[in-house]
């Protein structure tokens, strides 16, 4: 990587020599390089050497919604003085975060990109929903990279954005035993993330987890209520987000944020904070459960069939291990059912998955009709 000098204005936001060489090709066309901060309606707000201006993106209104400009997006815009500015290009993207905006559409959502981390937001004012962890690990494993692969989620824990499952709300749970089995709980639900326990009120957590965040982009997410903006304020030194109490009854929260919304941090590094997720619909997120249940993908390499279900098939390693102990039932429902919902979003798009699904039921099917009739026979 070439070098490039600390005191360029964009650097606190991410900028880096190989971001100056993806936008050498628009120097000689007069456009400034910036950073996508906030999007609101066909506008966008873009930190650029010269300070935040608001741009307008008509220019790069794309038929596919996976390329519509979004917050963490590096851009080419009008030079000052242009009225009204344009932003005329996207800068390819190193990551995205994507999710399925609809179990009834094939379309995928573009929540963040050009991210470092994702830090999974759990309250611990209600009861721990470890399959959530799961599907927003899954989710975070996923992560696209590469402009190349915008359509498909392929990003590994090592090669691109970290996930961190931060527990938040932790002066919730007074006793420290009681916390540190909740974090374990979460560790083995997660098994090789980092699990942080923090509380914004009191300020516990929040040092490591800066440290940790500091010189790269970092998404927010979580349920509505699970304590994000609250944190986002902590992390960044001040009230730069609103926050709304939540309902007592069942802990959860109004939507405080709208929209995505990309702040600097004083110890360096960048946050995009976003609205709470009702619905974490996967998109092509066959890599992040893997990931997310490695421990199952290892046990089933014991099968006796490369293609076993893992429900009633003789010499299935999986079953086994459950039934010994070593793998808790939970678990693996859960990765069964993570693993058809990803199959049924990636047949939407692909013919020949489509085809595979149907074959499968077919041959589910006759299977069922030939147990029913060996029972029939055995009645008579």
Known sequence: MASLSSSHPLVPYGWDADWETAFAPYVDQGLVPGRVVRVDRGLCDVVTSAGTVRADTEFVVPRDPMKVVCTGDWVAVDPEGSDPRYVRTLLPRRTAFVRSTSSKRSDGQVLATNI???????????????GRVERFLALAHASSSGEALLHKSALSWESGAQPVVVLTKADLVPEATTLSYLVQDVETTAPGVQVLPV???RGEGLDVLAALLSGGTTVLLGQSGAGKSTLANALVGEDVMTVHATRDVDGKGRHTTTTRNLLALPGGGVLIDTPGLRGVGLWDAGTGVGQVFSEIEEIAEGCRFDDCAHVAEPGCAVRAAVEAGELPERRLESYRKLLRENQWIVAKTDVRV???LRREWKRKGAQGRA???AKRGRWR
Do not use: F, G, N
């Open 371 to 373: 147990a029913m009739e």
């Open 354 to 356: 489509r085809a595979e």
């Open 199 to 201: 509380s914004s009120q």
């Open 116 to 130: 470092d981390h994702v830090v999974i937001c759990v309250s611990l004012a209600l009861e721990l929903d470890l």
